[in-house]
């Protein structure tokens, strides 16, 4: 059964440091998202990317971050500066339609 | 903004049922789900409901949604220890393109 992968599955960074976090979509899906749920508080909906562009961010989505499909496969979030509160577990999730998004198994980003 | 709410914890002898509760404030909801998170796992689907349905089944599962109280409900008859997880109610809005509005999780115990 086709899944959504996602690497590293645990990255450690300094403050102020560049990551990218990487995400391989279900192959013939079109709509891609990122989420991130910080230690002990709810999944919270970070962006959405359909048709090579954002569609909706959230409000902590801010010039910090940005996303990129670079090829037909990859999917990748970056943070540019990060700052001790990005800790947090990040989730790709894509879908075929709008309406049944399937998660990866997420990325641990830790920053020191 | 939207808001979702679950208990937090919830323990069951193997062979009962569980059930899971979600309640939300946006009544524009089209699509209510229910994830399934193991031990260093992503967001398994578990099921979905449109919000026009009262009840979904699937095989041991059961989704009543109650749109006048805003409460959705996931059964799981005849529990198993590996049901043993946190269940996230989710509900997704926007058209489009969507994004999901997530609840606490329920820890879910099952004791053998």
């Known amino acids: 059964e086709p899944e959504v992968t996602q690497t590293p599955s645990h990255q450690v960074t300094q403050m102020g440091q560049e990551v990218i976090l990487r995400c391989v979509p279900i192959?013939?899906?079109?709509?891609f998202y990122w989420y991130r749920q910080i230690l002990g508080q709810k999944v919270e909906f970070l962006v959405s990317?359909?048709?090579?562009?954002?569609?909706?961010k959230s409000e902590i989505f801010d010039d910090q971050f940005s996303v990129e499909r670079p090829d037909g496969s990859n999917f990748t979030l970056k943070i540019r500066s990060t700052k001790l509160e990005d800790s947090a577990m990040y989730f790709c999730a894509s879908s075929r339609t709008a309406y049944e998004q399937y998660f990866g198994p997420g990325t641990r980003l830790t920053v020191t | 903004g939207e808001d979702v709410e679950q208990s937090l914890f919830l323990s069951v002898r193997e062979g009962d049922s569980s059930v899971i509760n979600c309640t939300y404030t946006?009544?524009?909801?089209?699509?209510l789900y229910w994830y399934k998170q193991e031990p260093g796992a992503g967001l398994q689907l578990l099921t979905y409901i449109f919000s026009n349905m009262d009840m979904k089944q699937d095989q041991r599962l059961t989704v009543l949604l109650n749109k006048k109280d805003k409460h959705l409900s996931l059964r799981i008859a005849d529990t198993q220890t590996g049901d043993s997880a946190i269940y996230f109610c989710?509900?997704?809005?926007?058209?489009?393109?969507?994004?999901?509005?997530f609840g606490t999780g329920t820890r879910l115990k099952v004791l053998a």
């Open positions: 989710a509900v997704g809005l926007g058209s489009g393109t969507y994004k999901y509005i």
């Open positions: 946006d009544s524009s909801s089209t699509y």
């Open positions: 192959s013939n899906h079109l709509y």
């Open positions: 990317f359909y048709n090579n562009e954002i569609s909706e």
